[in-house]
């Protein structure tokens, strides 16, 4: 009987390492621990052994009962884990989301090369700037409506007491306009100039569909011989034209900015109805879309600029602006929101 045992245990061996699947697993079973299996029938002759016999073989047969079960326990499990990863290569694969450039982001690239294709370079500005870069350099005097606390979003500073110094006495606040870079890029290009200074402007507003309190503008700068209205006129005009693809007019009004002399507002004949009149421009034929004007002397001087030699313009135009009426977007928000159902038109 022992024999018998040392048999089955052998055989254990040589068909255990030979099993690959759970069906095989399963004849594996039905041959070892079915109903009519090797064990049951070892244990039915098993009946009609002496006491002694049956203490002895016993203890044996119970090993290699164990021993048979533990192998069926070790690959049920090692088969579970391989169905787990078996996979079915014909099932259609979910698409990773892959990056691309926003609306703005490409629009402002289409921007940039209709400029310079009139002849400006493009700098990028910063956006948090000094109280005297987006005022005073600007002939904005601390009494002007523009530097009201609620109008600007100021960081919060420290205050130091008696002695603090110079430095550290400097307010800095978001740049309300991209003019803000006007004085600074002046003092460190030099003259003649023509720029544009792109980037993002802040103001403590509340938000409606054609306000935001986060937006873009494009500021142009222009200090070189025989720089005039006229052209100014013609750079405005040849960039809307470009930018729509349209034949549009430009229509100069006078218009106050502390830092232009004269100042002007620049509309732009309405793209929808050709000056016809339509919702859009209510009636009026014409969209206001930038500010612009000569380059007030006291700018130039605070550029170190001698102002009786030198002339020059300014502009600063709403990019978002351009771009919903490019694209009859209705609501100016959608354009830094993280909505993909907006974003996604524009891949
Ligand atoms: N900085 C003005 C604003 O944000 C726009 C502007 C007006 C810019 C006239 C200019 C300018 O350069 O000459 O409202």
């Known amino acids: 009987m022992r024999d018998q045992l040392e048999g089955i245990l052998r ?23 079915g109903r009519k299996g090797i064990l049951r029938e070892f244990a039915q002759s098993f009946k009609d052994a002496t006491e002694e016999e049956k203490r002895t073989i016993g203890n044996h047969f119970n090993k290699v009962k164990q021993e048979v079960e533990d192998t069926l326990a070790d690959l049920t499990e090692k088969f579970k884990k391989r169905e787990r990863v078996r996979f079915d290569f014909t099932y259609p694969g979910k698409t990773p989301l892959v990056g691309y450039r926003h609306l703005m982001s490409l629009e402002l690239e289409r921007v940039k090369d209709i400029f310079a294709s009139l002849g400006f370079s493009s700098y990028g500005g910063y956006e948090i700037v000094t109280e005297y870069e987006n005022f005073d350099s600007l002939n904005i005097p601390k009494n002007h409506p523009a530097r009201d606390m609620w109008d600007t979003l100021w960081i919060d500073q420290k205050e130091k007491g008696e002695d603090q110094t110079e430095t550290e006495k400097t307010k800095y606040l978001f740049r309300t306009h991209t003019s803000a870079y006007q004085v600074k ?163």
């Open 11 to 33: 055989e254990l061996y040589e068909v255990r390492d030979r099993i690959k699947n759970a069906d095989e697993l399963e004849t594996f079973r039905v041959k070892f621990l």
């Open 185 to 347: 890029l002046l003092k460190e290009q030099g003259v003649p100039l023509r720029a544009i200074i792109p980037g993002k402007v802040f103001r403590h507003e509340a938000t409606d569909r054609t306000h935001d309190f986060e937006f873009h503008q494009i500021e142009g700068l222009v200090i070189d011989e025989g720089a005039n209205i006229a052209e100014l006129k013609y750079v405005l005009e040849s960039f809307y034209r470009a930018y729509f693809g349209k034949d549009l007019k430009i229509r100069l009004r006078p218009g106050y900015f502390p830092f232009v002399e004269p100042g002007l507002e620049v509309d732009l004949g309405c793209i929808f109805c050709k000056g016809k009149g339509c919702l859009t421009c209510k009636k009026t034929g014409f969209i206001e879309v930038a500010g612009a004007g000569m380059v007030h002397p006291s700018v130039l001087q605070e550029s170190g600029i001698d102002p009786d030699s030198h002339y020059g313009y300014a502009f600063g135009l709403g990019l978002g602006r351009a771009v919903m009426l490019k694209y009859g977007i209705s609501d100016i928000r959608l354009l830094h929101s993280a909505d993909f159902r907006f974003i996604e038109q524009f891949r």
